[in-house]
């Protein structure tokens, strides 16, 4: 029974009609829905968001592994319809000094830079993260106080999720939030800067990631418009808002969440002139860590 409160469950229907998967995630210890939950078909491009309701649709062909990714939740893969059980991740705390400090020191890392390149997120709730290295001058200012980034939304209070990792085996691994991070992001280019310093995250030696992550719900919705080459007739898609703004790095330290797998993001080598030959894109994103 114990064991059972702990356990988070999901309830899935399906339309064999529409090859439609819906259904609702649900907390089995509150019977409270769970909004913003990461759906993947695993190992393709092809995803979604539950709302805040919990509730979901993914359309698929065919039978699929499906990969459910929620911060402080086991990611879960499902191959059947029957109801899913996500184990809570447990989290080992370390122990907490509480001292009467003075913040004196600030230091702001990253060089993100406010330009013109934007990542779109289509329909995918892709999570677009930056990594950040260890450094030794990082001890004498070891908490992240602000996570900075820039974004261009064409609606108004765009929905996006904030996530923190700690590096492992050269990928984005633990949770170093430990509670749900959504913002929202005014229309236009815009700097965002949010505080994080009570959530007391201390800089990992082995390095942090920085992960945007893209809702696919209703709020988020708007329609696109494109031209196809030099063609004069616009043509127009469904796509969710904030687009990203992105920079150019020489260096590797860029990561992208899809397929319920993440991967790095490797460095685009051609010698076409334009300003990201050889070079990797990443999101504009800053830290100011503080003592």
């Given amino acids: 029974m114990i064991k059972t ?29 769970i909004p913003y939950v990461n759906i993947w078909v695993e190992n393709e491009n092809i995803g979604t968001t539950s709302n805040e309701n919990g509730f979901f649709n993914l359309d698929l062909n065919d039978n699929k592994n499906i990969v459910f990714s929620a911060l402080g939740y086991e990611t879960k893969t499902i191959s059947s319809l029957e109801n899913v059980l996500l184990h809570p991740k447990i989290y080992q705390l370390e122990e907490v000094i509480v001292e009467n400090l003075k913040k004196t020191k600030e230091l702001e890392i990253g060089d993100a830079k406010k330009i013109q390149h934007t990542h779109l997120s289509g329909d995918k709730p892709w999570i677009y993260g930056k990594l950040f290295p260890f450094q ?16 261009k939304s064409e609606i108004k209070e765009a929905k996006i999720k ?32 949010i505080d994080v310093s009570k959530n007391n995250i201390k800089f990992s030696e082995k390095g942090i990631v920085v992960g945007l992550e893209w809702l696919i719900i209703d709020e988020n919705k708007y329609i696109f418009e494109y031209k196809i080459d030099k ?14 703004v992105i920079n150019y790095s020489e260096t590797e330290i ?30 504009a994103i800053n830290l100011t860590l503080t003592n």
């Fill in 136 to 151: 030794e001058k990082y001890i004498e200012t070891p908490y992240i106080k602000q996570i900075t980034f820039f974004s």
């Fill in 254 to 283: 860029s990561f992208r969440y899809y397929g319920g797998k993440w991967i790095k993001n490797k460095i685009h080598k051609s010698n076409d002139g334009k300003i990201w030959d050889n070079k990797v894109l990443t999101p």
């Fill in 5 to 33: 409160k702990l356990l988070l469950f999901l309830l899935l229907t399906i339309s064999t009609l529409t090859a439609q998967i819906s259904g609702t995630v649900k907390d089995s210890l509150t019977g409270k829905p």
């Fill in 162 to 193: 904030i996530r923190i990792y700690e590096m492992n085996d050269s990928i984005p691994s633990n949770d170093l939030l430990h509670e749900e991070l959504i913002v929202s992001v005014k229309k236009g280019m815009r700097k965002n800067t």
């Fill in 231 to 244: 063609s004069k007739s616009k043509n127009e898609r469904i796509n969710y808002a904030p687009s990203l």
